[in-house]
């Protein structure tokens, strides 16, 4: 069971959307705000959004999975970025597809089998 921190508050956008649409307004002493989005299951696609005064943070992300038998391809694409207000900086990357072998029997190990690009203005 998935429990949410007690000092998150949850919101619906939409009241049609409920179950997949939620708002999460923080407390003003952690000063910033979190938006998410499961905009579709099939294919699972995220998306968010968070941001204070210091930075803006946004995304989305589209997980591919692949099983190989005694290993499993984890494809997150989708690309992130962050603003630093304060400095004037906007930096966006990609993520990094990884491979977790072994997960049935043996020494289980993790690889990551490409490059993150990173991007600044």
């Known amino acids: 069971m998935t429990t949410r921190p007690e000092f998150a508050e949850i919101v619906p956008i939409f009241g049609c959307l409920s179950q997949i649409v939620s708002v999460f307004t923080y407390k003003e002493d952690l000063d910033f705000r979190l938006v998410c989005e499961q905009v579709s299951h099939h294919p699972p696609v995220s998306a968010f959004h968070a941001e204070s005064e210091d930075f803006q943070f946004y995304g989305n992300i589209h997980p591919r999975l692949k099983f190989w038998g005694k290993?499993?391809?984890i494809k997150p694409e989708g690309t992130l970025t962050v603003h630093?207000?304060?400095?004037?900086?906007v930096?966006?990357?990609?993520?990094?597809?990884c491979c977790v072998h072994n997960?049935?029997?043996?020494?289980l190990w993790f690889?990551?089998?490409s490059l993150s690009y990173l991007s600044s203005n």
Not at 103 to 107: A, N, S
């Open 111 to 113: 690889e990551q089998v």
């Open 71 to 73: 290993s499993l391809e």
């Open 103 to 107: 997960i049935i029997i043996g020494k």
């Open 91 to 97: 930096y966006s990357w990609t993520n990094v597809h």
């Open 84 to 89: 630093l207000l304060k400095h004037k900086e």
